[in-house]
């Protein structure tokens, strides 16, 4: 497991961008897969993003276009930029990490609130 923090969440008006980051504790080459959650108020956590280790990504159809994963593995740091923001984007976004060969995601950050105002 890794340890993970996010950060760059806040307040933004609709049509704005906001870039999410995830910092790992130690090196993230090695991970097997990453993505990123939402948690919209009073609603279950849904998948927004996921990116693998040999670079594939997948979006959900709500965010597509708009949001992109990336990783800077010299930074041990995830990305999630996110442009033309929704209302309904608001959320606490958070990252995980695949970190063995199971196919689950056993690390998690904190979380980040993001809210899109109109």
């Known amino acids: 497991q890794v340890q993970l923090v996010e950060s760059g969440g806040g307040l933004v008006q609709a049509g704005g961008s906001l870039r999410l980051s995830c910092a790992a504790s130690?090196?993230?080459?090695?991970?097997?897969?990453w993505a990123w959650y939402r948690q919209p108020p009073g609603k279950q956590r849904e998948l927004v993003a996921t990116?693998?280790?040999?670079?594939?990504?997948n979006y959900a159809d709500s965010v597509k276009g708009r949001f992109a994963i990336s990783r800077d593995n010299a930074k041990n740091t995830v990305y999630l930029q996110m442009n033309s923001l929704k209302p309904e984007d608001t959320a606490v976004y958070s990252c995980?990490?695949?970190?063995?060969?199971?196919?689950?995601?056993?690390?998690w950050g904190q979380g980040t609130q993001v809210t899109v105002s109109s």
């Open positions: 990116l693998t280790r040999y670079g594939n990504t």
């Open positions: 995980a990490a695949q970190t063995t060969w199971v196919a689950r995601y056993d690390s």
């Open positions: 130690g090196s993230i080459s090695s991970i097997y897969a």
